[in-house]
């Protein structure tokens, strides 16, 4: 069963103070429906923020410790629309971490 609304802010809420990366994951996760294997496959290029989609055409498995690019469940690429928020926190996100790969970017 998913978590109720109050429960999802209370995890959002708890992870942004200890990971904002997570916060990010979860709030991405709880507003597309993707599972795991397609969130940790997503990758910049399948963002467009400017057109607020996102394309998942892969996934991660991990198979006894062995980590693995493979096709998603249903064997199909689908884009998806986002809602602002959403783009919102993906900005953001990408802004912090392009931010921690190159501290002087922007200066």
């Known amino acids: 069963m998913p978590p109720s609304v109050d429960e999802l802010r209370q995890l959002l809420r708890a992870a942004e103070e ?3 990366d ?3 994951l979860v709030f991405v ?3 597309t429906g993707c599972r795991r294997g397609e969130l940790c496959g997503l990758q910049w290029s399948d963002v467009d923020l400017a057109r607020a989609t996102v394309v998942v055409q892969r996934s991660i498995a991990d198979a006894n410790g062995v980590i693995a690019v493979k096709q998603t469940k249903t064997h199909h690429a689908r884009r998806l629309a986002l809602d602002s928020a959403t783009v919102e926190v993906l900005r953001r996100h990408r ?3 392009a931010w921690s790969r190159c501290p002087t970017a922007g200066l």
Do not use: E, N, Q, R
């Open 29 to 31: 996760a709880a507003t």
């Open 18 to 20: 200890t990971s904002p």
């Open 95 to 97: 802004l912090v971490t």
């Open 22 to 24: 997570l916060a990010s």
